[in-house]
Protein backbone atom coordinates (compact mmCIF):
# COMPACT_ATOMS: atom_id res chain seq x y z
CA UNK A 1 0.00 0.00 0.00
CA UNK A 2 0.97 3.46 -0.77
CA UNK A 3 1.95 5.61 1.83
CA UNK A 4 0.16 8.96 2.12
CA UNK A 5 1.11 12.46 2.41
CA UNK A 6 -0.51 16.28 3.59
CA UNK A 7 1.28 18.56 1.25
CA UNK A 8 0.43 22.22 2.63
CA UNK A 9 0.37 25.37 1.07
CA UNK A 10 1.63 26.30 -2.84
CA UNK A 11 3.86 23.33 -4.42
CA UNK A 12 4.77 23.55 -7.91
CA UNK A 13 3.28 21.22 -9.87
CA UNK A 14 6.57 19.62 -10.64
CA UNK A 15 7.13 19.06 -7.29
CA UNK A 16 3.56 17.83 -6.77
CA UNK A 17 4.17 15.35 -9.39
CA UNK A 18 6.97 14.21 -8.06
CA UNK A 19 5.05 13.38 -4.26
CA UNK A 20 2.20 11.74 -6.68
CA UNK A 21 4.94 9.24 -8.21
CA UNK A 22 5.66 7.79 -4.90
CA UNK A 23 2.92 8.33 -2.60
CA UNK A 24 -1.16 9.01 -2.28
CA UNK A 25 -0.87 13.09 -1.80
CA UNK A 26 -4.15 14.79 -0.17
CA UNK A 27 -2.73 18.73 -1.58
CA UNK A 28 -3.87 21.85 0.62
CA UNK A 29 -2.91 24.84 -1.22
CA UNK A 30 -4.59 26.53 1.55
CA UNK A 31 -5.69 26.20 5.09
CA UNK A 32 -8.75 27.81 6.20
CA UNK A 33 -12.05 27.62 8.36
CA UNK A 34 -13.25 26.11 5.22
CA UNK A 35 -10.88 22.79 4.83
CA UNK A 36 -9.18 22.66 8.29
CA UNK A 37 -11.79 19.31 8.82
CA UNK A 38 -10.58 17.20 5.52
CA UNK A 39 -6.98 18.56 6.45
CA UNK A 40 -7.25 17.10 9.94
CA UNK A 41 -8.86 13.67 8.02
CA UNK A 42 -6.02 13.40 6.06
CA UNK A 43 -3.16 13.82 8.73
CA UNK A 44 -5.28 10.88 11.03
CA UNK A 45 -4.20 8.77 8.31
CA UNK A 46 -0.75 10.44 6.85
CA UNK A 47 2.79 8.79 7.28
CA UNK A 48 4.12 12.03 5.95
CA UNK A 49 3.66 16.11 5.96
CA UNK A 50 5.14 18.45 4.02
CA UNK A 51 5.06 22.47 3.41
CA UNK A 52 5.81 25.81 4.98
CA UNK A 53 4.84 27.78 7.86
CA UNK A 54 3.39 24.34 9.29
CA UNK A 55 1.72 24.54 12.95
CA UNK A 56 2.44 21.61 14.74
CA UNK A 57 1.22 20.96 18.04
CA UNK A 58 1.31 18.27 20.40
CA UNK A 59 -2.31 17.98 20.23
CA UNK A 60 -2.00 17.78 16.00
CA UNK A 61 0.27 14.73 16.30
CA UNK A 62 -2.12 12.72 18.42
CA UNK A 63 -4.41 13.34 16.12
CA UNK A 64 -1.34 11.98 13.20
CA UNK A 65 -0.38 8.46 14.57
CA UNK A 66 1.09 7.08 11.47
CA UNK A 67 3.08 10.13 11.30
CA UNK A 68 6.64 9.61 10.45
CA UNK A 69 8.28 12.23 8.74
CA UNK A 70 7.81 16.15 8.70
CA UNK A 71 9.34 17.89 6.19
CA UNK A 72 9.20 21.86 6.68
CA UNK A 73 10.82 24.19 3.83
CA UNK A 74 12.24 26.56 5.89
CA UNK A 75 15.67 25.97 7.88
CA UNK A 76 14.73 27.88 11.14
CA UNK A 77 12.62 25.36 12.85
CA UNK A 78 12.04 26.93 15.90
CA UNK A 79 8.24 26.21 15.55
CA UNK A 80 8.37 22.56 15.90
CA UNK A 81 7.96 21.29 19.06
CA UNK A 82 11.41 18.52 18.88
CA UNK A 83 11.49 16.70 21.36
CA UNK A 84 8.54 15.77 21.68
CA UNK A 85 8.48 14.53 17.86
CA UNK A 86 11.15 12.96 18.69
CA UNK A 87 9.79 11.32 21.88
CA UNK A 88 7.34 9.72 19.21
CA UNK A 89 9.73 8.65 16.87
CA UNK A 90 9.03 11.44 14.07
CA UNK A 91 11.52 12.73 11.56
CA UNK A 92 12.15 16.52 10.91
CA UNK A 93 13.51 17.90 7.80
CA UNK A 94 14.72 21.28 7.06
CA UNK A 95 16.01 23.26 3.95
CA UNK A 96 19.59 24.56 5.13
CA UNK A 97 22.78 25.83 2.48
CA UNK A 98 19.85 26.47 -0.33
CA UNK A 99 18.09 29.14 1.10
CA UNK A 100 22.01 30.87 3.00
CA UNK A 101 22.85 33.25 -0.31
CA UNK A 102 19.34 34.93 -0.90
CA UNK A 103 19.20 35.35 2.78
CA UNK A 104 22.06 36.94 3.27
CA UNK A 105 21.51 39.26 0.35
CA UNK A 106 18.11 40.75 1.98
CA UNK A 107 20.56 41.18 5.02
CA UNK A 108 22.42 43.42 2.90
CA UNK A 109 19.78 44.70 1.12
CA UNK A 110 18.41 45.82 4.82
CA UNK A 111 21.95 47.38 5.96
CA UNK A 112 22.26 49.68 2.50
CA UNK A 113 18.32 50.28 2.63
CA UNK A 114 18.51 51.28 6.29
CA UNK A 115 21.76 52.94 6.02
CA UNK A 116 21.19 55.61 3.00
CA UNK A 117 17.49 55.72 3.84
CA UNK A 118 16.47 54.03 0.38
CA UNK A 119 13.01 53.85 1.01
CA UNK A 120 12.17 56.92 2.91
CA UNK A 121 14.37 58.61 0.26
CA UNK A 122 12.10 57.07 -2.41
CA UNK A 123 8.87 58.61 -0.80
CA UNK A 124 10.22 61.72 -0.89
CA UNK A 125 10.76 61.83 -4.41
CA UNK A 126 7.37 60.42 -5.08
CA UNK A 127 5.58 62.73 -3.38
CA UNK A 128 7.07 66.29 -4.89
CA UNK A 129 9.14 67.19 -2.03
CA UNK A 130 11.97 66.96 -4.27
CA UNK A 131 12.36 70.76 -4.95
CA UNK A 132 15.63 71.46 -4.78
CA UNK A 133 19.04 69.80 -3.87
CA UNK A 134 19.33 67.41 -1.22
CA UNK A 135 21.39 68.23 2.03
CA UNK A 136 21.88 67.19 5.57
CA UNK A 137 18.10 66.33 6.51
CA UNK A 138 18.28 63.63 3.45
CA UNK A 139 22.15 62.60 4.33
CA UNK A 140 22.54 58.65 5.37
CA UNK A 141 25.67 56.75 6.95
CA UNK A 142 28.12 54.77 4.67
CA UNK A 143 28.10 51.52 4.99
CA UNK A 144 31.81 50.27 3.39
CA UNK A 145 34.42 50.06 5.65
CA UNK A 146 32.33 50.65 9.11
CA UNK A 147 32.47 48.00 11.06
CA UNK A 148 30.10 44.88 11.16
CA UNK A 149 29.20 43.22 13.92
CA UNK A 150 27.38 39.54 13.17
CA UNK A 151 25.52 37.90 16.00
CA UNK A 152 25.34 34.69 14.76
CA UNK A 153 28.23 33.39 12.61
CA UNK A 154 26.31 29.99 10.87
CA UNK A 155 25.72 29.85 7.40
CA UNK A 156 23.90 33.08 6.88
CA UNK A 157 25.64 35.07 9.22
CA UNK A 158 28.96 33.67 7.44
CA UNK A 159 27.13 34.74 3.93
CA UNK A 160 26.59 38.40 5.40
CA UNK A 161 29.62 38.79 6.67
CA UNK A 162 31.07 37.75 3.13
CA UNK A 163 29.58 40.38 1.38
CA UNK A 164 30.42 42.95 4.28
CA UNK A 165 34.79 41.87 4.43
CA UNK A 166 34.56 40.96 0.58
CA UNK A 167 32.71 43.56 -0.98
CA UNK A 168 32.20 46.52 1.21
CA UNK A 169 35.86 46.41 3.13
CA UNK A 170 34.29 46.34 6.47
CA UNK A 171 35.92 44.79 9.26
CA UNK A 172 34.03 41.99 10.84
CA UNK A 173 33.47 41.41 14.57
CA UNK A 174 31.29 38.44 15.92
CA UNK A 175 29.60 36.89 18.53
CA UNK A 176 28.75 32.94 18.47
CA UNK A 177 28.46 29.70 20.61
CA UNK A 178 31.96 28.74 18.99
CA UNK A 179 34.75 30.99 17.56
CA UNK A 180 35.11 29.86 13.63
CA UNK A 181 38.45 29.94 12.56
CA UNK A 182 38.15 29.68 9.22
CA UNK A 183 36.32 32.56 8.66
CA UNK A 184 38.86 34.45 11.21
CA UNK A 185 41.03 33.74 8.39
CA UNK A 186 39.57 33.94 5.47
CA UNK A 187 37.42 37.56 6.47
CA UNK A 188 39.67 38.92 9.04
CA UNK A 189 36.27 38.44 11.36
CA UNK A 190 37.23 38.48 14.93
CA UNK A 191 35.23 36.62 17.34
CA UNK A 192 34.28 38.66 20.43
CA UNK A 193 32.33 38.67 23.73
CA UNK A 194 28.67 40.12 23.08
CA UNK A 195 29.08 43.14 25.35
CA UNK A 196 32.56 44.38 23.00
CA UNK A 197 30.25 43.56 19.63
CA UNK A 198 27.21 45.88 20.67
CA UNK A 199 29.93 49.26 21.56
CA UNK A 200 32.01 48.37 18.43
CA UNK A 201 29.86 47.85 15.60
CA UNK A 202 28.54 50.59 13.48
CA UNK A 203 26.08 48.13 11.75
CA UNK A 204 25.18 44.75 14.08
CA UNK A 205 23.11 41.81 12.18
CA UNK A 206 20.89 39.41 13.93
CA UNK A 207 21.20 35.77 12.57
CA UNK A 208 20.67 33.37 15.15
CA UNK A 209 18.06 31.29 15.61
CA UNK A 210 15.49 31.48 18.15
CA UNK A 211 15.90 29.17 20.53
CA UNK A 212 15.22 29.84 24.88
CA UNK A 213 18.74 30.97 25.12
CA UNK A 214 18.36 33.65 22.28
CA UNK A 215 14.51 34.42 23.14
CA UNK A 216 14.95 38.09 24.11
CA UNK A 217 18.83 38.34 23.65
CA UNK A 218 18.81 41.74 21.56
CA UNK A 219 16.40 43.87 24.89
CA UNK A 220 17.25 47.23 26.03
CA UNK A 221 20.44 47.01 27.84
CA UNK A 222 21.83 45.80 24.47
CA UNK A 223 20.25 48.50 22.71
CA UNK A 224 21.89 51.26 25.20
CA UNK A 225 25.38 49.75 24.65
CA UNK A 226 24.97 49.74 20.85
CA UNK A 227 26.27 53.51 19.20
CA UNK A 228 23.83 56.14 18.88
CA UNK A 229 24.81 55.93 15.15
CA UNK A 230 24.27 52.33 14.68
CA UNK A 231 22.43 50.50 12.08
CA UNK A 232 20.34 47.53 13.44
CA UNK A 233 19.45 44.54 11.04
CA UNK A 234 17.46 41.10 12.06
CA UNK A 235 16.99 38.55 9.78
CA UNK A 236 16.96 35.86 12.32
CA UNK A 237 13.87 35.52 13.89
CA UNK A 238 11.17 38.47 15.79
CA UNK A 239 11.29 36.88 19.07
CA UNK A 240 15.02 37.15 19.34
CA UNK A 241 15.02 40.83 19.66
CA UNK A 242 12.11 42.74 22.59
CA UNK A 243 10.44 44.21 19.66
CA UNK A 244 8.91 46.47 22.23
CA UNK A 245 12.64 47.70 23.60
CA UNK A 246 13.75 48.03 20.26
CA UNK A 247 10.62 50.78 19.58
CA UNK A 248 11.76 52.87 22.80
CA UNK A 249 15.69 52.55 21.21
CA UNK A 250 14.88 54.24 17.88
CA UNK A 251 12.25 56.42 19.78
CA UNK A 252 14.62 57.59 21.69
CA UNK A 253 17.38 57.50 19.29
CA UNK A 254 19.37 55.02 21.18
CA UNK A 255 20.22 53.48 17.86
CA UNK A 256 20.31 55.03 14.16
CA UNK A 257 17.87 52.74 12.53
CA UNK A 258 16.55 49.36 12.10
CA UNK A 259 15.95 47.43 8.77
CA UNK A 260 14.15 44.19 9.74
CA UNK A 261 12.68 41.40 8.05
CA UNK A 262 10.74 39.68 11.48
CA UNK A 263 8.84 40.54 13.90
CA UNK A 264 7.62 39.26 17.33
CA UNK A 265 4.19 39.21 15.56
CA UNK A 266 3.54 38.16 11.57
CA UNK A 267 2.13 39.69 9.92
CA UNK A 268 3.21 43.20 11.18
CA UNK A 269 -0.08 44.47 12.63
CA UNK A 270 -1.33 47.87 10.62
CA UNK A 271 -0.97 49.45 14.42
CA UNK A 272 2.93 48.76 15.41
CA UNK A 273 4.47 51.51 16.49
CA UNK A 274 7.66 50.92 13.95
CA UNK A 275 5.41 51.96 10.96
CA UNK A 276 5.62 55.50 11.87
CA UNK A 277 9.55 55.84 12.41
CA UNK A 278 11.01 56.94 9.15
CA UNK A 279 14.30 55.40 10.26
CA UNK A 280 12.50 51.32 10.19
CA UNK A 281 12.99 49.83 7.04
CA UNK A 282 10.21 46.95 7.41
CA UNK A 283 10.12 43.72 5.12
CA UNK A 284 7.21 40.79 5.26
CA UNK A 285 10.05 38.05 6.10
CA UNK A 286 11.12 37.83 2.72
CA UNK A 287 14.91 36.18 3.66
CA UNK A 288 14.40 33.67 1.19
CA UNK A 289 11.83 34.45 -1.13
CA UNK A 290 13.01 34.79 -4.66
CA UNK A 291 11.83 32.33 -7.26
CA UNK A 292 15.10 30.43 -7.34
CA UNK A 293 15.59 30.05 -3.88
CA UNK A 294 11.84 28.80 -2.82
CA UNK A 295 11.88 26.27 -5.59
CA UNK A 296 15.17 24.90 -4.47
CA UNK A 297 13.36 24.62 -1.29
CA UNK A 298 10.60 22.99 -1.98
CA UNK A 299 12.48 20.33 -4.14
CA UNK A 300 14.73 19.75 -0.79
CA UNK A 301 11.93 19.39 1.13
CA UNK A 302 10.53 16.68 -1.35
CA UNK A 303 13.94 15.16 -1.26
CA UNK A 304 13.91 14.71 2.25
CA UNK A 305 10.42 13.60 2.30
CA UNK A 306 10.60 11.17 0.12
CA UNK A 307 13.85 9.60 1.09
CA UNK A 308 12.49 9.23 4.43
CA UNK A 309 9.17 7.81 3.86
CA UNK A 310 11.52 5.10 1.84
CA UNK A 311 13.53 4.15 4.76
CA UNK A 312 16.71 6.65 4.03
CA UNK A 313 18.25 8.74 6.44
CA UNK A 314 17.94 12.14 4.56
CA UNK A 315 21.05 14.60 5.06
CA UNK A 316 18.71 17.57 6.40
CA UNK A 317 17.03 15.43 9.09
CA UNK A 318 16.99 17.83 12.50
CA UNK A 319 16.75 15.01 14.82
CA UNK A 320 18.44 12.20 13.06
CA UNK A 321 18.00 9.28 16.54
CA UNK A 322 14.57 9.57 16.38
CA UNK A 323 14.16 7.67 12.73
CA UNK A 324 12.56 4.27 14.28
CA UNK A 325 11.84 3.47 11.22
CA UNK A 326 14.76 3.91 9.73
CA UNK A 327 17.34 0.82 9.98
CA UNK A 328 19.34 1.42 12.78
CA UNK A 329 22.72 0.96 11.30
CA UNK A 330 21.63 4.29 9.06
CA UNK A 331 21.21 6.70 11.66
CA UNK A 332 23.85 9.48 12.71
P1 LIG B 1 23.09 28.09 11.42
O1 LIG B 1 24.05 27.80 10.31
O2 LIG B 1 22.71 27.00 12.34
O3 LIG B 1 23.68 29.34 12.22
C1 LIG B 1 23.25 29.70 13.48
C2 LIG B 1 24.45 30.24 14.25
O4 LIG B 1 23.98 30.75 15.50
C3 LIG B 1 25.48 29.15 14.56
O5 LIG B 1 26.74 29.61 14.16
C4 LIG B 1 25.40 28.98 16.06
O6 LIG B 1 26.66 28.74 16.68
C5 LIG B 1 24.90 30.33 16.50
N1 LIG B 1 24.18 30.28 17.77
C6 LIG B 1 23.18 29.45 18.12
N2 LIG B 1 22.76 29.74 19.36
C7 LIG B 1 23.53 30.76 19.80
C8 LIG B 1 23.59 31.49 21.01
N3 LIG B 1 22.75 31.22 22.02
N4 LIG B 1 24.49 32.48 21.12
C9 LIG B 1 25.36 32.74 20.09
N5 LIG B 1 25.35 32.07 18.93
C10 LIG B 1 24.44 31.11 18.78
O7 LIG B 1 21.71 28.63 10.82
P2 LIG B 1 21.48 29.51 9.51
O8 LIG B 1 21.21 28.64 8.36
O9 LIG B 1 22.55 30.54 9.43
O10 LIG B 1 20.08 30.21 9.92
C11 LIG B 1 20.01 31.02 11.05
C12 LIG B 1 18.59 31.44 11.32
O11 LIG B 1 18.18 32.41 10.37
C13 LIG B 1 17.53 30.34 11.18
O12 LIG B 1 17.43 29.56 12.35
C14 LIG B 1 16.27 31.14 10.94
O13 LIG B 1 15.63 31.43 12.16
C15 LIG B 1 16.77 32.43 10.33
N6 LIG B 1 16.37 32.56 8.91
C16 LIG B 1 15.55 33.60 8.57
C17 LIG B 1 15.20 33.76 7.26
C18 LIG B 1 14.31 34.88 6.84
O14 LIG B 1 13.50 34.70 5.94
N7 LIG B 1 14.44 36.05 7.44
C19 LIG B 1 15.63 32.85 6.27
C20 LIG B 1 16.46 31.80 6.67
C21 LIG B 1 16.82 31.67 8.00
P3 LIG B 1 27.55 27.42 16.38
O15 LIG B 1 28.09 27.60 15.00
O16 LIG B 1 28.61 27.48 17.42
O17 LIG B 1 26.60 26.27 16.53
C1 LIG C 1 12.79 31.27 6.96
O1 LIG C 1 12.53 32.08 7.78
C2 LIG C 1 13.45 30.04 7.22
O2 LIG C 1 13.72 29.72 8.39
O3 LIG C 1 13.71 29.31 6.24
Known sequence: MRKRVVAVRRL?????????????VDYFPSLGEDNVEKYYDALAQAH????????????????????????????GYDNFPVDEMSRRGILLCNTPDVLTETTADTGFALIMATARRVPELDRFVREGQWQTHVDEPQFGRDVHGKTLG??????????????????????ILYSNASPK????????ARHCSFEELLAS??????????????RHLIG??????????????????????????????????????AGLDVFEQEPLPSTSPLLALPQVVVLPHIGSATHETRAAMAQLAVDNLAMALQGELPPC???PGAASFIPAQEKM
Do not use: W, Y
Open 220 to 257: SDAFRQMKRSAIFVNIARGPVVDEAAMIVALQEGEIAG
Open 48 to 75: GLIGGKLSVTPGLLDGAPNLEVVATISV
Open 181 to 188: PALDAELG
Open 12 to 24: HAEHLKQLERLFH
Open 150 to 171: MVGMGRIGAAVARRGALGFGMP
Open 201 to 214: ADVVCVTVPLTDST
Open 317 to 319: AVN
